[in-house]
C-alpha cells in the first residue's frame, strides 16, 4: 500500500517579499500571491519605483527598497536579471539570514538565433545564491511561469506545475505549498539544488516552444 502523502505546510499568514518586483515576472508572481491573501512587498532598488508597481496590485501589497523587502519578507522570491543577481544578493546577506529564498532567476543569453543558456561558475543561479548567502535557506522555484498570464486579468487560473529545488527538505515543502496557493498551480519536488542548471536552462527552450507557436506555454509533470 503506498504510504499517504504528508500534509502540506499551512503557509497562509507568510509575508511574501519579491526582490525586483518592479520587473514583469516579479509583479506578476506578487500580484497572483496577494489575490491567494498573502502579504506582500515588492523590493527595487528604489522605493519609490516599488510603491508605484505595487499600485493597482489586489490584496496587501507596498513597495520597498530591497534591503527592507527583504527583511519584511518571511520568505523572499529572488526575480532580478541575471546580470545583477550576485551584487543584489552580496548586499542583503545579513537581511535574508535564517530566511527561505526562492531563487527564480534564469542565466540566459539571447543572439539572433533566440535564447541559450548561460554558463554559471557555481553551476546555477540558485547554487550561486547558495554561495553567496550561506545562512540562508536556499530553493529554486517558480522559473518556467509565464509573466504575461501571471499578470493578465482575465487569466483566472495559472495551470502549470512548479519545479521546485532544494537541499532542505522542510523549506522545499514550504515552496511547494506556497506555489499551491496560486490557484492552478502545483509545486512538484523536482530534486536536489545541485539539479537547478538543466530546470533553469530549460527556459531558453520554452521560449523557443512560445515564439514558435505563440503560446504562454507552461509544463506539467505526469502520474504525480
Known amino acids: ?117 548561460l554558463p554559471v561558475e557555481e553551476g546555477s543561479a540558485a547554487e550561486q545564491a547558495a554561495v553567496v548567502l550561506p545562512g540562508s535557506r536556499v530553493v529554486a522555484a517558480f522559473h518556467h511561469v509565464s509573466a504575461v498570464l501571471l499578470l493578465d486579468e482575465e487569466v483566472e487560473s495559472v495551470d502549470t506545475d512548479v519545479l521546485v529545488l532544494g537541499d532542505d527538505r522542510e523549506a522545499t515543502d514550504v515552496v511547494q505549498a506556497l506555489a499551491g496557493r496560486i490557484s492552478g498551480m502545483r509545486g512538484i519536488y523536482a530534486g536536489r539544488l545541485r539539479n537547478a542548471h538543466q530546470v533553469e536552462a530549460l527556459t531558453a527552450n520554452l521560449i523557443s516552444v512560445n515564439r514558435r507557436y505563440k503560446a504562454h506555454a507552461g509544463l506539467r509533470v505526469t502520474d504525480v
Open 1 to 117: 500500500m503506498t504510504a499517504p502523502a504528508a500534509a502540506a505546510p499551512d503557509v497562509s499568514s507568510l509575508v511574501v517579499a519579491v526582490l525586483g518586483g518592479t520587473g514583469e515576472q516579479g509583479r506578476g508572481l506578487a500580484r497572483r500571491l496577494a489575490l491567494a491573501g498573502h502579504q506582500v512587498v515588492l523590493g527595487s532598488r528604489d522605493a519609490t519605483r516599488a510603491a508605484t508597481a505595487a499600485q493597482g496590485l489586489p490584496g496587501t501589497v507596498s513597495g520597498a527598497d530591497n534591503a527592507a523587502a527583504a527583511a519584511a519578507g518571511d520568505i523572499v522570491i529572488v526575480a532580478v536579471p541575471w546580470d545583477g543577481h550576485r551584487e543584489l544578493l552580496e548586499s542583503l546577506v545579513e537581511p535574508l539570514a535564517g530566511k527561505i529564498v526562492v531563487d527564480c532567476v534564469n542565466p540566459l543569453g539571447f543572439d539572433t538565433s533566440g535564447a541559450y543558456a
